[in-house]
């Protein structure tokens, strides 16, 4: 309360003693629906002075006594000017109506402010409009956030039946994804064929590759921020989709008009109803569901609350010999209140778990393996609008994990003991502040520090280990007891020059820790790995990036183009043993060892932005490599999700008000793995032997995707659509595993084999909208 006091007694002493000035503040909404926009971009006419609106919509503008017009632009939206006599504070709120493009040969047909902004210090972000994502041609015809932001560079797919992502040489776990605050720590259905993310719920979806801002922490690589529609408080209306595996349906509207609306959307997969026609497989199992919840009320002028949650579940059986499921529930409470028109607070309770369950029956054996991670977290964020140079924000996050890493439990007649690890319990707690300093209308500088606290706590045993990886004590913990704390200052700083108006260049460094790591033997997501905290022997991972870009707006505005250069080092990466058994080891950190590791590279990008033909193409050259001691006779080695070159290629071509044709193009280097580099006989058994860690290549990655989507009908009340896709149009069988075996006839004979997933997968779905 005392930083309060301060702070409002801050404002008032400026505003006595400086030039005599005045606020402009409220929210962006739309006015169709009623919903906050995100980043809308508020610009006074004829001066250097600006700013955007927050994850709320709220903006606030400090201005000196006089007469303005200020713009009011947003991505799919007309813009709006206001032409204002400032004289005092003004409480002013802006509906932005959507835009309404009619198509002519030279029409645009994306807004010209889509897209990065060429300003500001902000660097290493990448944004992408669910309008977008949804003319893209996917698997399934499922039309994916998290598979679509993977055409974008320095975003890099963990290959079919994924939804895992490698940022800037980063591993899948070093990604922090978030949706409306709560930590998803599994982000895909169906082993990584679909995404968690249901576009019908979502409004904004806003990737940080560096130069990630002071609020967010807790991972190396990247940060994906995902926000939930609000729901529509103007008119009730509803919405889905039916596919040839799945459907979905949306439903929103006002609770009261005006002041409060509520969303529920579900989807469900159906290829289980397929499985119950056939007498053979009747007792299989084969779906997933999810469901998106929200609501939110204006309690008055100056506060609000929103009330969110998801939760969804994948099911895999055949009959009762195997048996898995997996699942992600998550609740977050936001209030938001406005202390005065410069200083906007936002409070969150958010809930986030995550879990999964493994039985499989063999005879007698009827075995049970189970792991949960659950999060309680409590934030406060501030923004304070200083005046027309400076925006300071600040607050602070304590998460309460629980990791239940591990239980194998079986029946009586089991053959198998009960192994039950401990549970495993920490804080983690952080302070943040940073200001965006604009002092004119070329530069503008970002300085951000983030202190971060993590604190193991008692609650079970604890293990003291030699360099062998053998256990050489055991300590016993009470319950809550804190056994460790580390800190870990995270400071960040970003630069932006505006060369000309069309064009900047920009720099930041950016410093992150991360205490919870994914223990995983696969080259991606797996919904069975297995998920640790920092310990007494896991130290926190730490990385220092450097960053350096180029952009510009092109072509009077219709393409933009991007270029970054980025280095990053990493400390105390953990990776595996030679022959470490991680799934039924009583202590994994027996089985890690810890070294360095270094990733580079330079990202292009050219987008279109206008016209019946829209798209982009982007490009990633990189380089990703570790050094630990232990593997590899101590020297550098690739990393699995190296990979030299990225190449995603994306069309969208609207031919008239009815079709509107899709295509990409992908292409990128094959995954660093290990394959045997010889073999010999032990009691009549094959076994190989394997040399340098990573030293081979997977084959080279490429498909060609085509979408088309058929406008049925497009009235006021009613929107219905077909959309057609093929998925991998030439039939490439990419590789998914290779693996070694002997010929039947000649065992000195080595057969490579390789699985492929998907040859061909067509798809058609019919959406609508009332």
């Known amino acids: 309360m005392k930083v309060l006091f301060l702070l409002s007694f801050f404002t008032t002493a400026t505003q006595t003693f400086a030039q005599k000035k005045f606020t402009i503040s409220g929210t962006i909404t739309s006015k169709n629906s009623g919903e906050s926009i995100i980043g809308t971009s508020i610009k006074v006419l004829n001066t250097n002075y600006g700013t955007t609106s927050n994850e709320y919509g709220f903006y606030s503008l400090l201005l000196a006594a006089d007469k303005y017009r200020i713009v009011y632009s947003a991505v799919g939206k007309t813009p709006d000017t206001l032409e204002i006599n400032l004289s005092g504070n003004i409480e002013k709120n802006i509906s932005l109506s959507e835009a309404n493009y009619e198509l002519t040969a030279v029409t645009v047909t994306s807004s ?37 932001i993977q055409l974008l560079p320095g ?49 904004d979806i806003a990737v940080y590759k560096g130069g990630m801002p002071a609020q967010y922490g807790g991972r190396l690589s990247s940060v994906l921020d995902v926000r939930m529609n609000e729901g529509n408080n103007q008119n009730t209306s509803v919405s889905g989709s039916l596919g040839l595996i799945s459907a979905k349906l ?11 609306s509520f969303l529920l959307t579900g989807r469900r997969t159906y290829a289980d109803v397929f499985l119950k026609l056939d007498d053979e497989y009747k007792n299989n199992q084969l779906y997933f569901y999810d469901l998106n919840a929200k609501m939110n009320y204006e309690l008055g002028k100056k506060d609000k609350l929103f009330l969110s949650g998801y939760f969804g579940k994948d099911a895999l059986g055949f009959n009762d010999q195997f048996a898995i499921n997996w699942g992600n529930g998550t609740g977050t409470l936001r209030w938001n209140h406005l202390f005065n028109s410069r200083l906007f607070s936002n409070t969150s309770l958010i809930f986030s778990n995550y879990n999964y ?18 999060d309680w977290n409590l934030k406060q964020d501030y923004q304070y609008s200083i005046n027309q140079q400076n925006n300071f924000r600040f607050g602070w996050s304590s998460i309460y994990h629980i990791i239940r890493p591990g239980e194998i439990t079986g029946n009586a007649t089991s053959s198998i003991n009960d192994k039950i690890q401990d549970k495993r319990y920490s804080l ?16 503008t500088i970002t300085l951000g520090a983030r202190l971060s606290a993590f604190s193991v706590l008692g609650g079970g045993n604890f293990y003291n280990i030699d360099a062998a990886g053998n256990i050489k004590d055991t300590l016993k913990y009470a319950r809550g007891k804190v056994i460790k704390t580390y800190y870990n200052p995270e400071p960040r700083v970003s630069v932006g020059y505006m060369l000309n108006n069309h064009a900047s260049l920009k720099a930041a460094y950016t410093r992150n820790a991360q205490y919870m790591h994914q223990i995983t033997t696969s080259t991606g997501s797996n919904p069975l790995d297995k998920w640790a905290s920092t310990s007494n022997i896991i130290q926190p991972q730490i990385s220092n990036q450097y960053s350096i870009g180029y952009y510009a707006n092109i072509l ?32 994994v950190e027996s089985q890690l060892l810890f070294g360095k590791g270094r990733a580079y590279g330079i990202e292009f990008m050219l987008k279109k932005k206008t016209g019946k033909l829209t798209g982009w193409i982007s490009y990633t050259l990189s380089k990703t490599e570790r050094k630990i001691n232990g593997i590899n006779n101590n020297q550098w080695y690739n990393a699995t999700q190296d990979r030299t070159h990225d190449i995603a290629i994306v069309g969208i071509y609207q031919v008239n008000k009815k079709w509107t044709l899709s295509g990409n193009f992908v292409f990128y280097t094959g995954n660093a793995v290990t394959f045997p580099s010889g073999k010999y006989q032990v009691n009549g058994q094959t076994a190989y032997y394997y040399n340098s860690r990573n030293a081979d290549r ?62 061909w997968v067509p798809s058609v779905s019919y959406n609508f909208k009332f």
Do not use: C
Request: charged fraction near 25%; proline fraction near 2%.
């Open 112 to 148: 010209k402010t889509s897209g990065r902004s060429v300003s500001g210090s902000q660097m290493g972000i990448e944004k992408l409009s669910v309008q977008e994502a949804r003319n893209l041609p996917v698997i399934f015809g499922e039309k994916d956030l998290l598979k679509t």
């Open 155 to 203: 975003i890099k797919s963990a290959g079919d039946g994924n939804s895992g992502i490698f940022v800037r040489g980063g591993t899948t776990d070093q990604n922090q994804v978030i949706l409306d605050e709560a930590n998803i720590y599994n982000a895909s259905h169906l082993f990584g064929f679909f995404s968690t993310f249901n576009s019908d719920a979502i409004k």
């Open 250 to 260: 949306n439903i929103e509207g006002p609770i009261q008009k005006d002041k409060s």
């Open 357 to 374: 369950a493994f039985r499989v029956k063999n005879g007698t054996n009827d075995i049970r393996i189970f792991s949960q991670i659950r």
């Open 428 to 443: 983690e707690n952080a302070v943040y502040a940073s200001n965006v300093f604009k002092p004119n209308n070329k530069l």
């Open 556 to 587: 009077h505005n219709n393409y933009e183009f991007t270029a970054e250069a980025y280095y990053k080092d990493m400390e105390n990466i953990l990776d595996f043993r030679n022959g470490a058994d991680v799934f039924l080891n009583e202590t």
């Open 698 to 759: 997977m084959p080279n990655y490429h498909r060609l995707d085509f979408g088309a989507t058929m406008q049925l009908k497009k009235t006021k009340k009613w929107t219905k659509e077909l959309v057609f896709s093929l998925y991998n149009v030439y039939g490439r069988e990419n590789a998914f595993t290779i693996n070694f075996k002997d010929n039947k006839d000649n065992p000195n004979i080595t057969e490579i084999v390789q699985t492929s997933l998907f040859r």
